[in-house]
């Protein structure tokens, strides 16, 4: 974090990493298939991008796409993608979203903390993250939202990991907040799920120089209106009823 209380320094550093990491890989192997970029992209550069995640997220657009870019460059390098629009490459190569991957991130980070996995975020020694409601009452189970003062840091704090992956989380169904004494994967399944039928077309242009259409690829804005129950998900030795 900068003395702005901004992580732009730590971007463009991950940034430039990632750029480096890229241009090995397409030094070192002559092969461009899909089966062996993946698997380089997988393994070596997508872990740097993932790193402590939720606690850098960008919520600048340009920082976004300037993240978003990177692996929009990279596909383009594969055999048979160069003139793929992002949003279709995206799906061809079971891929989310660099912006897709730090929120998932941050909703299973969150759901970890309650479900006392992870440890919870402190400020002057009280606990961040907390429940509003338990998965008996008729919202379900929900993370505590506060209004935020006015200060010249209250953007910062909105878009911040206890305030933004609260709302993140809140606005998941019902049936996969409820989700409790499962293990992690248990959980990453039924995002995953929910995920597969939610589009993802990051707010970039593609191959083929056309804007989306959505306002904003966030889930804050996908997921507004589904805390009914979209599917039924439950915990045991099937992670899923009527999911994949």
Known sequence: ??????FKAHIESVTETVKDLS?????????????VMLQLWKSVVIPRLDYCSQLWSPHQVYLINKLEDLQ?????????????????ALKELGLYSLQRRRERYQ???????????????????????????EPSSRLGRTIQT????????????????HFHGARLFNKLPKDVRNLTGC???????SIDTLLSTISDEPQILSFSNTSSQVSSNSLI???????????????????????R
């Open 1 to 6: 974090m900068s003395s702005s209380a901004d």
């Open 72 to 88: 929009k460059a990279f596909i383009r390098n594969i055999h048979g993608f160069r003139h793929m629009s992002y949003w279709k």
């Open 221 to 243: 804005n996908h997921l507004a209106g589904t805390n009914t129950t979209s599917q039924s998900y439950r915990c045991g030795k099937s992670a899923l009823v009527g999911g």
């Open 107 to 133: 909703i299973i980070y969150l759901w970890s903390i309650l479900e006392g996995h992870a440890p919870n975020i402190k400020s002057n020694g009280q606990d961040l993250i907390k429940v509003q409601s």
């Open 183 to 189: 293990s992690k994967m248990t959980f990453k399944t």
């Open 23 to 35: 241009s090995w890989i397409l030094r070192s192997f002559k092969s461009r298939s899909k089966h």
């Open 146 to 161: 506060r209004p935020l003062k006015n200060s010249r840091f209250a953007n910062l704090r909105f878009n911040s990991l």
